[in-house]
C-alpha cells in the first residue's frame, strides 16, 4: 500500500469513528430538545446501533460483490447527507428516522475501509497496519466527544454535525480520486491459498467473539464509569478525563515501535491476553476510590484494548480472502454494535450495586480469556497428535 492510500484509508476509518463519538455527549440532550421522553431519547441512541449493525452486514455482502471503493463512496456521501438531515428534525418521530437511516448508511463504510486496507497490504504486516488503522480510531475517541461538547455548547447539534458532513464529502472526493487508482494483484498471494485450503473458519469465530467481548466491556465502561463516578463525589469531568486517558494510552501502543509485536506474536494469545487485561481493569475499577487509581486503571484499560483490536482484526485478516473478506468483515463489525448494545442494556437489566456490576463484567472477560487460551492448548495437541 502506497503512502497516499494509507493516508486516505485512515482518513475513511477516522471519519466513520470521529461521527460515532462526536455523538456521544449531545444526543440525548438534543433528543430532548426536540420534544423526547428520556425513554424515547434512550431509545433514538439504541436504534443507531441497532440499524448500524444490518448496515455492517450488507456492507460486507456488496463488498465482496462490486469492490470496497463503491461502498466507500456510497457510505462517505450518504452519512454526510444524513449529518446535514438533523437540521430538518424538530419532532421525536423525525428524529428516529433520521437515526435509522444515519446509523445504516455509516455501517456501510468500517467493513469496506477495514477491508480494502487488508487486501492492500503485505500479508507479513497485517499486524502493524491494523493497529496503525486503530490509532485513527483511539484519536477519533479523544477527540470526537471533546469537539461536539465544545462546538455544540457555542453553537447548535445540527451545525456540529453539518461540519463533521463536510469532513465527511471532502474524504468522499479524496477517496474517488486517489482509491481508484489503487490495484490489486492479479493472483491471490500463497497465504491466501494456505487460508482457502485450511478454512480456518475456527479463527474467524474467535475474531467475531472477540470483538463482541471487546465492545461488550466498552458498553460497560460507557454505561457504568460515569455513574460510578459521580457515585465517589466527582464531577462528569473525571469521566471524560478517565476515558481520554484510556484511548490515549491506546493510541500510543498503537504508534509506537510495540506496533511490530503484532506481527510477530500469536495473535490468539494477544487476544486472550487482551481480554484478561480488560477484564482485570474492569474489577480494579469498581475497587478504586481514588482519582489517581481511576487514572491508573484506565491507563491499563487502555494497554489492553490497544493489545485486543489488532490481534482480533489479524485473526479476521489471515483466515480469510479478498473473495470473502468484506463478509466476513460485515459480520466482524456487527458484533462490535451488538456487543455494545448488549454490554449497556444487560448491566441496565441487573440490580444490584455499581461495584458488582463492574465485577460481573470483569467475571465474565477473564473467563472468557481463560476460555481462549485453552481452546488453542487443545488446538495445538490436536495438531501434536495428528504429526505424529
Do not use: C
Not at 484510556?246 to 494469545?269: C, H, I, W
Amino acid at each position: 500500500m502506497n503512502k497516499t492510500s494509507a493516508f486516505v484509508i485512515y482518513s475513511i476509518v477516522f471519519f466513520a469513528f470521529f461521527d460515532l463519538f462526536a455523538q456521544l455527549p449531545v444526543m440525548s440532550t438534543f433528543a430532548v430538545s426536540v420534544g423526547a421522553t428520556p425513554f424515547i431519547a434512550g431509545v433514538a441512541i439504541a436504534i443507531y446501533s441497532l440499524s448500524n449493525t444490518f448496515g455492517n452486514i450488507l456492507s460486507g455482502v456488496w463488498t465482496d460483490k462490486i469492490g470496497p471503493n463503491r461502498i466507500l463512496l456510497a457510505g462517505l456521501l450518504l452519512s454526510s447527507v444524513s449529518l446535514l438531515s438533523y437540521h430538518i428534525v424538530d419532532h421525536p418521530t423525525t428524529l428516529l428516522v433520521v437515526r435509522v437511516v444515519h446509523g445504516f448508511v455509516a455501517g456501510l463504510i468500517v467493513p469496506a475501509a477495514f477491508t480494502l486496507s487488508a487486501n492492500l497490504t503485505v500479508a507479513n504486516r497485517q499486524g502493524k497496519k491494523v493497529a496503525l488503522t486503530g490509532s485513527f480510531v483511539g484519536l477519533a475517541a479523544i477527540l470526537g466527544p471533546a469537539f461536539s461538547g465544545i462546538l455544540a455548547s457555542r453553537t447548535s447539534v445540527p451545525a456540529v454535525f453539518s461540519f463533521v458532513a463536510l469532513y465527511g464529502v471532502i474524504v468522499a472526493i479524496l477517496t474517488l480520486f486517489v482509491m481508484r487508482s489503487s490495484r490489486l494483484p492479479e493472483r491471490p498471494s500463497d497465504d491466501e491459498s494456505h487460508v482457502t485450503s485450511h478454512g480456518l473458519q475456527r479463527d474467524v469465530f474467535k475474531a467475531y467473539v472477540g470483538a463482541f467481548l471487546l465492545m461488550f466491556s466498552q458498553g460497560a465502561l460507557a454505561y457504568l464509569l460515569p455513574l460510578y463516578v459521580q457515585t465517589l463525589g466527582y464531577d462528569s469531568r473525571l469521566s471524560g478525563t478517565l476515558l481520554s486517558t484510556f484511548g490515549v494510552v491506546a493510541v500510543l501502543v498503537f504508534v509506537l515501535p510495540t506496533n511490530r509485536l503484532f506481527d510477530r506474536l500469536e495473535p490468539t494469545k494477544l487476544a486472550a491476553f487482551g481480554i484478561g487485561i480488560l477484564g482485570l481493569s474492569q474489577l480494579l475499577i469498581g475497587s478504586s476510590t481514588s482519582a489517581m487509581a481511576l487514572y491508573g486503571v484506565l491507563a491499563v484499560y487502555g494497554l489492553g484494548f490497544a493489545i485486543l483490536f489488532p490481534a482480533i482484526n489479524t485473526l479476521l485478516i489471515r483466515a480469510t480472502t479478498r473473495t470473502n473478506r468484506g463478509k466476513s468483515y460485515g459480520y466482524f463489525y456487527a458484533f462490535f454494535s451488538l456487543g455494545t448494545v448488549v454490554g449497556s442494556a444487560l448491566l441496565g437489566w441487573i440490580t444490584i450495586a455499581l461495584p458488582y456490576k463492574f465485577t460481573v463484567t470483569g467475571v465474565v472477560l477473564l473467563s472468557a480469556a481463560v476460555g481462549f487460551s485453552l481452546f488453542e492448548q487443545l488446538r495445538r495437541r490436536v495438531l501434536t497428535t495428528k504429526s505424529e
